[in-house]
C-alpha cells in the first residue's frame, strides 16, 4: 500500500506504509460490518484474532470492545468510525452517496440498525446463543422494545432492494450483519421473530446481499469461526 506525504519536497514522494490491520474476530457482527466494507472496497486488510476478554484492548479499544483497526496514524475504535475513515481514505467504489441527503438517509439507516434494533436485540444474546437464562419479565420488556423500534426502522429501511434503495451502500454492511440476528435472537428467547412481524422480509434480503462475493467471504468466515467456538465450548464443558 502505497501513502502519499505532504510537501516534503517539490515533488511528492511515495513511501510504502504498513497494511491496515482489523482487530476482533468473525462471529462479531460489528467486525464483519468492517470487514464487508473493507472487501467491497478492495482495500487490503490484515485479520488479528482477538476475542472477548482478551488482554490488551484496552488501550486500542478503551471499552474493550471489538472491532478496532490499526493505521499507520495509530489505533481507531467503533465499527461506524472505522467506516467513515475507510470511505474518506477510499472513496472509491463510494459506499456513500455523493448527494448530501442521500449520504445522511444512507447514515440514519446505519443508526437505526446499530443503535436501536441491534443493541436492544443484543439483551437477548445470552439466553439465544450462549446458554444463559433471562427473567421473563426482562424477555417481556425488551420484547416490546426491539418490536417497537423493529416497525421504526422498517419505515427508515427501504428494501428496493438495498437498504438505502436501488444501490448498495454501507448501510447494507450493517443491515446484513444484525439484522438476521435480531430476528433469530427474538425468535429463539420471544418465540417470535419479529423482524418478520415488522413486515421485513430478512431471508430474502440476506439472499440477495450473498450474491456478492465479500458477504460470501463473510459468511464463510464467520460460519468457520462459529464452528471453532462450538469445539471449544464442547471442549470446555468435556474438561
Ligand atoms: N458500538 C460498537 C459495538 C461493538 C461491539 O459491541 N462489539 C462486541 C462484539 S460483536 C464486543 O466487543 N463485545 C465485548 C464487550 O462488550 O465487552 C461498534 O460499533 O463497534
Same mark, same amino acid.
Given at each position: 500500500?502505497?501513502?502519499?506525504?505532504?510537501?516534503?519536497?517539490?515533488?511528492?514522494?511515495?513511501? $510504502?506504509?504498513?497494511?491496515?490491520?482489523?482487530?476482533?474476530?468473525?462471529?462479531?457482527?460489528?467486525?464483519?460490518?468492517?470487514?464487508?466494507?473493507? /472487501? %467491497?472496497?478492495?482495500?487490503?486488510?490484515?485479520?488479528?484474532?482477538?476475542?472477548?476478554?482478551?488482554?490488551?484492548? %484496552?488501550?486500542?479499544s478503551p471499552l474493550g470492545k471489538?472491532?478496532?483497526? $490499526?493505521?499507520?496514524?495509530?489505533?481507531?475504535c %467503533?465499527?461506524?468510525?472505522?467506516?467513515?475513515?475507510?470511505?474518506?481514505?477510499?472513496?472509491?467504489?463510494?459506499?456513500?452517496?455523493?448527494?448530501?441527503?442521500?449520504?445522511?438517509?444512507?447514515?440514519?439507516?446505519?443508526?437505526?440498525?446499530? /443503535?436501536?434494533? $441491534?443493541?436492544?436485540?443484543?439483551?437477548?444474546?445470552?439466553?439465544?446463543?450462549?446458554?444463559?437464562?433471562?427473567?421473563?419479565?426482562?424477555?417481556?420488556?425488551?420484547?416490546?422494545? /426491539?418490536? !417497537?423500534?423493529?416497525?421504526?426502522?422498517?419505515?427508515?429501511?427501504?428494501?428496493?432492494?438495498?437498504? =438505502?434503495?436501488?444501490?448498495?451502500?454501507? =448501510?447494507?454492511? =450493517?443491515?446484513?450483519?444484525?439484522?438476521?440476528?435480531?430476528?433469530?435472537?427474538?425468535?429463539?428467547?420471544?418465540?417470535?421473530?419479529?423482524?418478520?412481524?415488522?413486515?421485513?422480509?430478512?431471508?430474502?434480503?440476506? =439472499?440477495?446481499?450473498?450474491?456478492?462475493?465479500?458477504?460470501?467471504?463473510?459468511?464463510?468466515? !464467520?460460519?468457520?469461526?462459529?464452528? !471453532?467456538?462450538?469445539?471449544?465450548?464442547?471442549?470446555?464443558?468435556?474438561?
Amino acid at each position: 500500500m502505497l501513502r502519499r506525504l505532504g510537501a516534503v519536497s517539490a515533488q511528492a514522494i511515495n513511501v $510504502e506504509t504498513h497494511m491496515l490491520k482489523l482487530y476482533g474476530f468473525p462471529l462479531s457482527n460489528y467486525y464483519n460490518k468492517v470487514k464487508f466494507a473493507l /472487501l %467491497e472496497k478492495g482495500v487490503p486488510f490484515e485479520e488479528v484474532l482477538v476475542h472477548w476478554g482478551a488482554e490488551g484492548k %484496552e488501550g486500542k479499544s478503551p471499552l474493550g470492545k471489538v472491532p478496532y483497526i $490499526e493505521t499507520e496514524d495509530g489505533f481507531l475504535c %467503533e465499527s461506524q468510525v472505522i467506516l467513515d475513515y475507510i470511505e474518506a481514505r477510499w472513496p472509491s467504489p463510494p459506499l456513500v452517496p455523493a448527494d448530501a441527503w442521500q449520504a445522511a438517509k444512507v447514515r440514519e439507516i446505519i443508526t437505526y440498525c446499530d /443503535l436501536h434494533v $441491534e443493541l436492544c436485540a443484543r439483551q437477548l444474546y445470552s439466553q439465544a446463543f450462549f446458554g444463559g437464562s433471562l427473567p421473563e419479565k426482562f424477555i417481556e420488556r425488551v420484547k416490546g422494545d /426491539l418490536a !417497537r423500534n423493529l416497525a421504526a426502522f422498517a419505515k427508515v429501511a427501504r428494501f428496493e432492494p438495498y437498504a =438505502a434503495g436501488d444501490t448498495f451502500t454501507m =448501510a447494507d454492511c =450493517a443491515v446484513y450483519v444484525s439484522l438476521p440476528l435480531a430476528a433469530l435472537a427474538s425468535k429463539l428467547v420471544c418465540g417470535q421473530d419479529l423482524v418478520a412481524a415488522a413486515g421485513i422480509d430478512w431471508k430474502a434480503y440476506v =439472499a440477495l446481499i450473498e450474491q456478492r462475493p465479500a458477504a460470501q467471504k463473510v459468511a464463510a468466515d !464467520r460460519k468457520a469461526d462459529q464452528a !471453532r467456538a462450538l469445539a471449544a465450548n464442547r471442549a470446555k464443558l468435556g474438561g
